[in-house]
């Protein structure tokens, strides 16, 4: 790749504010390096944070994204701050999990791709979310995403 190939991105590189929302974070991608192959990129986000949107107070999960590339991939500090926008973003953790899931199915178009959301307690419960576009293909390694469940004090 050559330095033409970054002249599309305005984050990398740059000072960059926080976006105010997950809908107004820009989420870029570039070339994958090694299209063809199915190899999986995994991002994990143990801080994730987002508020309830009934009560306004503070959720808290742990992220891990499992991904075949077809033709890019996304770029880490675009992501991240697409993490960080949920900060002050109210939805239930179904929702910021599929939100997550969806807008990330359709700017990469994955030959594959997971999220498991592991939530940590909110009223003494623990939620965890997991989806996936279907089965990977036969020919990659799937490592096991490995979050142990939340036990508490037990």
């Not at 994958?32 to 306004?56: A, D, M, Q, W």
């Not at 900060?87 to 359709?106: K, P, S, V």
């Not at 419960?125 to 979050?147: H, L, Y």
Request: overall charge negative.
């Amino acid at each position: 790749m050559t330095d033409e190939t970054y002249q599309t991105l305005t984050q990398l590189g740059r000072p960059t504010a926080l976006p105010a929302s997950p809908d107004d974070a820009v989420l870029e991608a570039v070339p994958n390096p090694t299209p063809g192959k199915h190899y999986v990129i995994r991002f994990t986000c143990p801080e994730f944070t987002s508020l309830c949107p009934l009560t306004g107070q503070p959720d808290f999960a742990h992220l891990v994204i499992d991904y075949i590339p077809r033709a890019i991939i996304v770029e880490s500090k675009s992501l991240k701050l697409y993490f960080s926008a949920f900060r002050n973003h109210g939805a239930f953790h179904e929702a910021c999990t599929m939100q997550i899931a969806e807008r990330l199915t359709a700017l990469l178009d994955p030959v594959w791709l997971r999220i498991g959301a592991y939530w940590y307690p909110r009223g003494g419960m623990p939620i965890d979310i997991f989806w996936q576009t279907g089965a990977p293909p036969a020919d990659s390694w799937i490592p096991p995403q490995d979050v142990p469940g939340y036990r508490g004090r037990g």
